[in-house]
Structures are given as structure tokens and as C-alpha cells.
């Protein structure tokens, strides 16, 4: 088996940890608004998705985790449970998800509470906050393969359709040209009609003519 050169496995890790990285990079650590009035550390990032999409991606994800939460408009709040991917204490964990329609997207924020003051942040948690922001960054590959997969749905329900009014087309097709058929072999049947009509009318003719003339001759005889 030939071995790949030291320098292309190098350089394909570089890649793939720039990539990471980058992803990474595009999660915001800040002030996330859990609350009417409260606000708490969390991370945030931008997807190009509606938020139906992004919902759906949540709960999927939460549900193959095993994670019982409440969903309240796009809040999705975990009170007490382990995320194993966050770390191995108990915590609340919350997702929350706004749409701007106007822009086309939607952000996502998430927030890690050991307590309701203890709140995961790069400075006090930093193993912690590094796994938010790589469960973060795992969700919106997720989000990406579900938006796939809802244009794909959407897609296939408008070939679907199309295919359904093809058929409808095509079968109204065949009915029009069944109805051509019988009217072409109705147009040939009054033809043949017509001259067999043609002949009789110039054997009755004939016949006219052949008994006006004995007629005439019986007459000639008086």
C-alpha cells in the first residue's frame, strides 16, 4: 500500500482544522436575552435558514441526545439534565432560536447555566465554553442538512405536482386523439356513403329515364 507524503497529510489536517476554526470562529460569545428582562452569557451564531428549519434541526437534535425540554416560540429550555456534549455536570441549557425574515435568517443562541449565576463563559469555563461553541458549530451542520432536506421535500412536491398535470395533459391527449379517430372514421363511413348515394342516384336516374320512354311509347301507340 503506498503511504501518502508527510507534507499532504499535513497539509489536509491544516485544512480541515481551518475549516473548524472557521465555522468556530463565526460563533459569538455574548449577552443572550433569555428572558423578558434577563440576560446571560451565551453563544451565538447566524445560519441561512428560515426558523421552522432551524426548529426542526433542534429538536431533532435534542431528541437524539435524549434531552427532555420545553419549546415556547422558538425558546427551547432543558432544566437539570446532563449534555454529555456540554459537559458532565447537571445544567439548564437553552437554545433559542429568532428568525429576521427581512435578511433571511436566522440566529441561534445557546446558554449553559450551572446555577442560575453560574453561567458558562470562556473565562471561568473554558472547557466548557469551547464545547458550546463546537456543539454549536455540529447544529449548524444539522440546520444545513435539514434545510437540504426541506428543499428536497418542497422540490420533490412541485415534481410531483408537475408530473400529475403532465399525466393529465397527456391522458387529455390521448382522449383527443381517440375523438379525432372516430371522427376521421365517421368523415370516411359519410364518404363512402355519400358515393354509394352518388350511384344509386344515377341507376334511379336511368331507371327514371327508361320507364319515362316506355311511358311515351305505350302513349304513341293509341
Same mark, same amino acid.
Request: charged fraction near 45%; proline fraction near 0%; glycine fraction near 2%.
Given at each position: 500500500m503506498k503511504m501518502l507524503p508527510i507534507r499532504l497529510i499535513l497539509f489536509t489536517w491544516a485544512v480541515l482544522c481551518m475549516s473548524v476554526a472557521t465555522a468556530q470562529d463565526n460563533i459569538a460569545e455574548m449577552a443572550i436575552k433569555i428572558e423578558k428582562k434577563v440576560e446571560k452569557n451565551g453563544f451565538q451564531m447566524t445560519v441561512n435558514a428560515p426558523a421552522e428549519v432551524v426548529s426542526a434541526a433542534i429538536e431533532k437534535k435534542l431528541k437524539t441526545m435524549g434531552v427532555r425540554y420545553e419549546d415556547r416560540k422558538g425558546t427551547y429550555t432543558a432544566k437539570a439534565v446532563t449534555v454529555g456534549a456540554i459537559s458532565a455536570k447537571v445544567i439548564d441549557f437553552i437554545l433559542i432560536a429568532n428568525e429576521n425574515r427581512k435578511a433571511k435568517t436566522t440566529t441561534v443562541s445557546g446558554v449553559a447555566m450551572m446555577g442560575y449565576d453560574v453561567v458558562v463563559n470562556s473565562r471561568d469555563f473554558p472547557t466548557e465554553s469551547q464545547n458550546m461553541r463546537t456543539f454549536l458549530t455540529a447544529l449548524r451542520e444539522d440546520i444545513r442538512q435539514e434545510a437540504l432536506?426541506?428543499?428536497?421535500?418542497?422540490?420533490?412536491?412541485?415534481?410531483? /405536482?408537475m408530473e400529475r398535470a403532465f399525466k393529465k395533459l397527456n391522458d387529455r391527449k390521448t382522449s #383527443? %386523439?381517440?375523438?379525432? $379517430?372516430?371522427?376521421?372514421?365517421?368523415?370516411?363511413?359519410?364518404?363512402? /356513403?355519400?358515393a354509394k348515394t352518388v350511384?344509386?342516384?344515377?341507376?334511379?336516374?336511368?331507371? #327514371? %329515364?327508361?320507364?319515362? $320512354?316506355?311511358?311515351?311509347?305505350i302513349k304513341k301507340e293509341f
Open positions: 432536506n426541506a428543499r428536497l421535500k418542497e422540490e420533490g412536491e412541485k415534481l410531483a /405536482d #383527443l %386523439d381517440k375523438d379525432i $379517430q372516430e371522427y376521421l372514421q365517421k368523415v370516411e363511413n359519410a364518404k363512402n /356513403d355519400s350511384t344509386e342516384i344515377d341507376n334511379m336516374k336511368l331507371q #327514371l %329515364d327508361n320507364q319515362r $320512354q316506355a311511358i311515351e311509347k
